[in-house]
């Protein structure tokens, strides 16, 4: 007998859409005891996988109306099936997706296109209690004769996103610490061996210029070493905690730009935005970082602006290039970098929207409440 709560979502969903080809194949043929049975036995085998799966699968049909909640859904929300059955699906959703549901579903019964459908992406669920979840959403579509239903899968992330967090804030923290002995520890030992090499430089003169100039070749090189050691300590703790922090080092890092790639970067600020929490400023520089790096090296940008700015009760940073940007009107999934991007921006309650700008390169704007 096959265990139903131990398939992974993609065969859970291979196993729905083949019981409900066989069921709607045995309803056309249903015709004497043998084809009734084993209709029934195919509603059995639907509802075995349903109730036993794992994750949360719900069902609506094209007004958005639910149809059918399992009961892994029911513990997940925290809602009795008797209580949201007829309702809009909606109500499992928080503002502003809870607004935007039912445009959205009308528009892809009319046009055909779809955003999620097939695909499969992070949202936010509300409990019965009000809270907000994130949980991993997959929808699948199923045509009938009275028209065409929906089912979506939802599992819990709650778990994942905590060790997530955590495993980020750790990383923050181990490359502050290094940062830190690189410019306390190292960079104070280097400077100890310059004045040294410069006494020595002195000290040869009276014997040999030839000697001396050496030294001194050897103290330039270790004032080369030290100010490569300091930047690399800034890089790995970027934000200064102080409130202006995040716009002296995205400044920094406009800079640090040009230098390094040889391109134009400018920093864009017309009014102070300050941020006072530490990790949230290092997750929007490093977001600002990943935009940078992805212009310069895959879209072959020659021109970069970065901009941060006030939106009512709201900050946006906006990273826009000149590159080659992207095929079609987003991008996919993107590789690591993307994600990671994306992460961040969650971890700070935020939103990354990214597109292209003006017809030419690429725009990656993050908006982010900004708390007094």
Do not use: W
């Not at 830190?180 to 410069?198: F, G, K, N, P, Y």
């Not at 969650?346 to 030419?360: E, P, Q, W």
């Amino acid at each position: 007998m096959t265990d139903y709560a131990r398939l992974s979502k993609s065969k859970l969903v291979e196993r729905l859409i083949d019981s409900e080809g066989k069921f709607a194949a045995l309803a056309r043929s249903a015709a004497g005891g043998r084809a009734a049975s084993a209709l029934s036995d195919s509603r059995e085998r639907i509802r075995g996988i349903v109730d036993t799966a794992v994750e949360g699968i719900i069902t609506i049909d094209e007004r958005g109306i639910i149809e059918t909640v399992n009961p892994a859904a029911e513990k997940m929300f925290g809602y009795k099936a008797g209580e949201i059955l007829g309702k809009n699906v909606n109500v499992l959703m928080p503002s502003p997706y809870r607004q935007e549901h039912d445009r959205y579903v009308a528009n892809y019964v009319s046009t055909g296109h779809a955003k999620i459908i097939g695909i499969g992406r992070e949202v936010l669920g509300r409990r019965k209690n009000g809270s907000i979840f994130p949980m991993d959403l997959s929808v699948g579509e199923m045509r009938l004769r009275g028209g065409r239903m929906f089912t979506g899968i939802v599992r819990d992330i709650t778990e994942r996103k905590r060790l997530e967090e955590e495993i980020i804030a750790i990383s923050g923290r181990e490359q502050q610490r290094i940062g830190q002995d690189l410019h306390d520890d190292l960079c104070q030992r280097l400077a100890a061996i310059e004045l040294m090499s410069r006494a020595l430089e002195q000290k040869l003169e009276k014997k040999s210029r030839s000697e001396a100039a050496e030294a001194a070749k050897i103290a330039e090189y270790i004032r080369d070493a030290i100010s490569q050691t300091r930047m690399l300590a800034r890089g790995l703790s970027p934000v200064e905690l102080e409130a202006n922090g995040l716009m002296s080092a995205l400044e920094e890092l406009a800079s640090n730009t040009e230098q390094r790639f040889k391109i134009s970067c400018e920093f864009q600020c017309d009014e102070r935005v300050l941020i006072d929490d530490n990790t949230v400023g290092t997750h929007l520089y490093r977001i600002a970082q990943e935009a940078i790096n992805n212009a310069v090296k895959h879209g072959r940008a020659t021109r970069v602006t970065i901009s941060l700015g006030r939106e009512g009760d709201k900050a946006r940073l906006i990273v826009t290039d000149d590159g080659k940007g992207f095929s079609g009107t987003a991008p996919g999934s993107g590789g690591m970098g993307l994600r990671i991007m994306k992460f961040r921006a969650g971890v700070i309650g935020g939103s990354l929207d990214i597109r292209r700008a003006n017809g030419c390169g690429t725009r990656v704007a993050c908006s982010f409440r900004k708390h007094p």
